[in-house]
Nanobody, 127 residues
Framework: QVQLVESGGGLVQAGDSLRLSCAAS????????MGWFRQAPGKEREFVAG????????YYTDSVKGRFTISRDSARNTVLLLMNSLKPEDTAVYYC????????????????????WGQGTQVTVSS
């Protein structure tokens, strides 16, 4: 069984930065993919960024490219999301997600493709 625990959310002003962390307990898998999703009030959960554990290849939704960076720390089984130049429209609950076995040359961007989820962490960006 895998558990994901997020941390690092908070209230910031537009233009500020935040770093989210997602620690995975239990066994990890070299073929895993991990993703960050977010859900704003009244909206569907959307893909933000993803990373292939074996290659560290990264993927982003267009609205965060150039501002967000996803990375992984294999020794700590942790995935990080560094968010720079935050905007009010980035306000949402952010979730990390894991799929243990994925053999495509990209990461899935649909939430149903993931097996495990963290509890979510609130990010609020004021204007």
């Amino acid at each position: 069984q895998v558990q994901l625990v997020e941390s690092g959310g908070g209230l910031v002003q537009a233009g500020d930065s935040l770093r989210l962390s997602c620690a995975a307990s239990g066994r990890t898998f070299s073929s895993a993919v991990m993703g960050w999703f977010r859900q704003a009030p009244g909206k569907e959960r959307e893909f933000v960024a993803g990373i292939r554990w074996s290659t560290a290849d990264t993927y982003y939704t267009d609205s965060v490219k150039g501002r967000f960076t996803i990375s992984r720390d294999s020794a700590r089984n942790t995935v990080l999301l560094l968010m720079n130049s935050l905007k009010p429209e980035d306000t949402a609950v952010y979730y990390c997600a894991l799929r243990r076995f994925y053999f495509q040359d990209y990461v899935p961007k649909i939430s149903d493709e993931y097996e495990y989820w963290g509890q979510g962490t609130q990010v609020t960006v004021s204007s």
